[in-house]
């Protein structure tokens, strides 16, 4: 029935979606796992995959730091605490204030598919402590194919992409660009960045060197230039090899209310993957992947009215993730296992320039040359017994984190990571699950290093905590689905205990390590009305807590737990050719917050999206859509004191940097 067409595509875009098949590829989604697809297709407003993660799916959350390269929050954590691979390359960003997270190294018309996995029940991935997110980018094809697009949108916004595809049956190549300029982007009040600064600087006096000079203020907010090339080749029947390269050229990067702002940030990704078939009983795919993914990222305050009198400040870091990772399948019995080794390696430095010179190390460095060697042995394994799935998790980790700086010792952890997750098919309708799983993750080389910017090594104006312990995460997720003709239901409920949480104290300024529980609910589903309007919704409340207030304080809610929010969309499809789309994505106030650790409270919001999509022939796709319909003005993002943010008022009242007002958007596509 066409209703089960409709079903299968809609459930893609809502938490927990069920099997589906992206092109070529089929992908079997499990319970735990939420797929979205059709990023390029769907979301063609900007290239930022952080904001079409938060408009697809209500477990998403979005830092908002500028208008591109925004970071994400899973279930009430962010940074490390989430794993970030594409194409199996794990990445990591350079700037310790999050300007560049790992989720903005790859642009939305370069993906294929992702996977949205919560909890900890990925053991091939180094550091999967609350949910873990694979970002498939797309393939070669055999045949000659390719599109070429053109977006322009509100305020100054301008993109043109192309890819091209082809090849034979032994070698396939891809290769896909793209170009995108934005300027500053206006809030329901009309304020573009600039002047959002005004407003805070007139409410907080002694502020104003953080305010655009006069010649900047009217610069763009980003430029944008991104290549991805790959080389696929068939050696044999049994044996393939794949290679990829993708950069990233970003420039100029407002960041309005944080002191600085990025001059450039750069990444290289190289991938290379081998794959053998059917080596005999115990070998059915052996596989051999190597990355190796680079960042370069200088920030810094030429664009501030502070440069006309303190010089100009460059904070430079860059970082290299090099890893290795061989995986073997097998089948024995009703078991599928997968046994592998993974390593990886990370180096992190950053120092200071103050108008072209390098200020010498052993007076201001803010990351000295930190690394994190990771080697761990991991099994998994999959069964089916009767009418239950079960699937087995196994993974030992041996981690180092040392830093060249003189006097400080390594760093050793060690431990076991294990999962099951069993559900059960009770009918043809209705399924039951429930996992527990354990994971962690250890300190990265800011909680454990980080000197404050501009300031003399001395031990007070450490922020890093150099004997912080690892992370570990103990949870337990129940849930059940149900699947009928026209409606599709999920509902799941966890419970997070965190051992030695990571979390930032503003009275000492330091890391601290803290026992502390997230906990949540999670709803989505599908209805079919008629044969040409469907609906889908997605729901997530979480709550987090401090077992205990930290050192000179008295809150003990959790930072960066986001208030309850929801996502709707009613979708019209005529023939295939005339697709409408209205959305609503709509949040609760911030209550529970934590108010000794620099979050304020935030109000509700409702915003409606539009959208609508022509297809002329087979060829020419046009797009046209307005976000924030009503012109609202409102916040999301908190302002946790782990970031550097703009404060005046005693270092009490930090800069809210509000969403982008109404914004007006049109794309045309050529495919052939």
């Avoid at 006096?205 to 430029?223: H, Q, S, W």
């Avoid at 190597?290 to 810094?300: I, L, R």
């Avoid at 601290?512 to 949540?520: E, M, P, T, Y």
């Avoid at 012109?631 to 005693?650: F, H, I, P, Q, R």
Wanted: hydrophobic letters at 35%; charged letters at 25%; aromatic letters at 10%.
């Amino acid at each position: 029935m066409r209703k089960n067409v409709y079903l299968s595509l809609v459930a893609t875009l809502c938490v927990q979606a069920a099997p589906i098949e992206l092109g070529t590829i089929e992908v079997e989604a499990k319970v735990d796992t939420e797929m979205i697809k059709d990023v390029y297709g769907e979301d063609i407003k900007s290239a930022d995959l952080a904001e079409a993660l938060f408009k697809q799916s209500a477990s998403v959350s979005l830092v908002r730091r500028s208008g591109i390269a925004n970071d994400i929050i899973i279930r009430g954590q962010k940074k490390d605490n989430i794993s970030v691979t594409i194409d199996g390359a794990k990445v990591c960003g350079a700037c310790p204030n999050r300007m560049d997270p790992p989720i903005s190294h790859v642009l939305t018309n370069n993906i294929d598919y992702i996977e949205l996995n919560e909890g900890p029940f990925n053991v091939e991935d180094f550091g999967s402590l609350s949910a873990d997110v694979k970002v498939h980018t797309k393939k070669p094809t055999r045949e000659l194919s390719g599109d070429l697009s053109v977006n322009v949108g509100s305020f100054e916004y301008q993109k043109t992409a192309f890819s091209v595809s082809g090849g034979s049956d032994t070698i396939r190549f891809l290769l896909s660009g793209s170009k995108e300029i934005g300027g500053q982007y206006e809030d329901g009040d009309g304020n573009n960045f600039a002047q959002q600064q005004d407003n805070y600087i007139k409410a907080n006096p002694g502020t104003e060197g953080t305010g655009y000079l006069p010649n900047k203020r009217e610069m763009n907010a980003f430029e944008k230039k991104t290549l991805m090339a790959k080389i696929f080749w068939d050696i044999t029947d049994t044996q393939a090899l794949e290679l990829s390269y993708t950069a990233n050229r970003s420039d100029n990067i407002l960041y309005p209310n944080t002191p600085m702002d990025a001059l450039y940030d750069d990444s290289d990704i190289y991938n290379l993957a081998y794959t053998v078939k059917d080596l005999g009983a115990y070998s059915k795919k052996l596989s051999f992947n190597v990355y190796q993914s680079e960042v370069d990222h200088p920030m810094g305050t030429a664009y501030r009215k502070a440069s006309k009198k303190k010089g100009v400040i460059v904070h430079h870091l860059d970082t290299k993730m090099q890893g290795v990772k061989l995986k073997n399948e097998l089948d024995i019995d009703n078991h599928s296992l997968t046994v592998g080794l993974d390593y990886s390696k990370r180096n992190w430095d950053g120092g200071f320039y103050k108008n072209g010179k390098r200020i010498p190390e052993k007076k201001y460095h803010s990351i000295w040359d930190a690394e994190t060697k990771n080697m761990a042995f991991f099994i998994a394994d999959e069964m089916t017994i009767g009418k239950w799935q079960i699937d087995l998790g196994l993974r030992y980790d041996f981690t180092d984190v040392s830093t060249a700086r003189p006097g400080v010792k390594t760093n050793n952890y060690d431990g076991l990571s294990a999962n099951i997750f069993a559900s059960y098919k009770a009918d043809s309708h209705s399924k039951y699950f429930v996992g527990l799983g354990q994971s962690s993750r250890v300190p990265d080389g800011k909680e454990l290093y980080f000197h404050k910017p501009g300031m003399p090594m001395k031990p007070q104006q450490q922020i890093g905590t150099n004997d912080l312990d690892k992370v570990v995460n103990t949870e337990v997720d129940i849930g059940a689905e149900f699947d009928y003709d026209d409606v599709t239901l999920k509902a799941k409920v966890f419970y997070s205990d965190l051992k030695d949480y990571i979390v930032y104290n503003a009275t000492s300024k330091r890391f601290n390590n803290v026992d502390a529980s997230i906990w949540g609910v999670e709803f989505s589903g599908t209805y079919v009305a008629t044969d040409s309007i469907y609906m889908d919704f997605g729901l997530a409340y979480q709550r987090g807590k401090k077992k205990e207030a930290l050192s000179g304080q008295s809150d003990k809610n959790l930072a960066e737990i986001p208030p309850l929010k929801l996502n709707v969309a009613v979708n019209y499809d005529y023939d295939e050719s005339l697709l409408m789309k209205a959305e609503l994505v709509s949040s609760a106030g911030w209550k529970d917050f934590d108010a000794d650790n620099g979050e304020q409270a935030l109000d509700a919001y409702t915003v409606l999206n539009l959208k609508a999509t022509k297809m002329f022939g087979k060829s020419f796709e046009f797009a046209f859509g307005v976000d924030n319909v009503f012109d609202k003005t409102y916040a999301l993002s908190n302002t946790y004191k782990d970031l550097t943010l703009v404060a005046g008022g005693g270092d009490d009242d930090v800069m809210l940097l509000n969403e982008p007002g109404r914004y007006v958007y049109a794309n045309v596509k050529y495919r052939f």
